[in-house]
């Protein structure tokens, strides 16, 4: 018993030199499998020996490897660790206000709202403007009172042209899709690898190997606990279901669903940052096993568009 006793007090003592557990919080935007991976860099793991890295230096190290990061803390509590973070947020980006420029239409459309920050408006609300059509001039000249003292010399601004230029604009989309869908189900024929994971180590439990065939993959983990505290000792079964590829015909409805979606994935992709649709027509046609689908839609986006003025 004494022996015994010994024993589990060595093994204890042993034990409770490495990390058993490492958590995060305070990640929004981040995903806790990034954070970890740059506490693994910094020496913050499970398996880890809890002298085998300084919380201070560690915090700094993960601030440098993962962008985003405003602050960063690393709390200890025995055997486990806590990886804390704040997220910044984004910086603007810097313009070159030496440089000349204007603000001119990315496109044609009706002006339904203005803003200059920097540079004479040369449209008003309610124009309608062609593409290449000057909105904003950062070089102009002072207007003078047509009925009072003319000036010799007028005074002429230069600058960079700041604002914003937003417009009731026309665009047409055509998209299509297949009315055949290939699919890859699971065939039913399943392979599973045994390991024993122990402090962060991965232990084969048999021969292990990886199917030469395309697979769908899972992980199913029975792991120790101890007053609803996962321990570092787990049986992990990484069970491997072949795939076979089969073909679906598509219903009328769902071909109309799958070219809606791509619809939207091109309004997305076209239309300025913060515009939107605010009217539109679909019509869809079918031929050919395929699905048609156009849409003429009137949008309200950001065309004013920054264009240097090259100085000779």
């Not at 300084?54 to 660790?81: H, L, Q």
């Not at 420029?101 to 540079?119: D, M, P, Q, T, Y």
């Not at 309004?267 to 869809?284: N, P, T, W």
Request: aromatic residues 6%; contains cysteine; glycine residues 10%.
């Amino acid at each position: 018993m004494i022996l015994g006793g010994a024993g589990g007090i060595l093994l204890y003592m042993f034990l409770s030199t490495f990390v058993w557990n490492v958590s995060v919080t305070g990640e929004e935007l981040l995903t806790e499998a990034e954070l970890l991976r740059a506490g693994q860099t910094n020496g913050i793991y499970v398996g880890a020996g809890r002298d085998s890295f300084r919380p201070k230096e560690a915090a700094y190290g993960i601030m440098g490897e993962v962008k985003g990061i405003s602050w960063a803390t690393v709390n200890t509590d025995g055997c486990f660790v806590e990886i804390s973070v704040k997220e910044g947020e984004k910086k603007p980006e810097i313009t070159d206000d030496t440089k000349l420029s204007n603000i001119v239409a990315a496109r044609e459309g009706k002006v339904v709202a203005l803003e200059a920050h920097h540079g004479r408006p040369e449209v008003s609300l309610g124009d309608t403007v062609e593409a290449g059509q000057l909105l904003i001039s950062g070089v102009y000249t002072q207007e003078v009172d047509p009925y009072g003292p003319q000036p010799e010399h007028p005074l002429v601004t230069y600058g960079a042209a700041r604002g914003s230029v937003k417009a009731e604009t026309y665009r047409e989309f055509t998209v299509q899709v297949s009315g055949v869908k290939r699919i890859k189900q699971p065939s039913g024929e399943k392979k599973v690898n045994l390991s024993l994971e122990l402090f962060g180590l991965q232990l084969p439990l048999g021969f292990n190997t990886i199917p030469e065939e395309e697979y769908h993959t899972y992980t199913e983990e029975n792991a120790l606990t101890a007053l609803d505290v996962r321990l570092p000792v787990a049986v992990k079964r990484q069970v491997y279901e072949s795939l076979i590829e089969k073909e679906r015909r598509l219903t009328e409805e769902e071909m109309k669903d799958a070219a809606l979606l791509k619809l939207r994935e091109a309004q997305k992709a076209a239309v300025a940052q913060g515009g939107r649709v605010i009217k539109e027509d679909l019509q869809y046609t079918f031929a050919d096993g395929m699905c048609i689908l156009t849409a003429k839609c009137r949008c309200e986006e950001e065309i004013g568009e920054q264009k240097t003025i090259l100085v000779n």
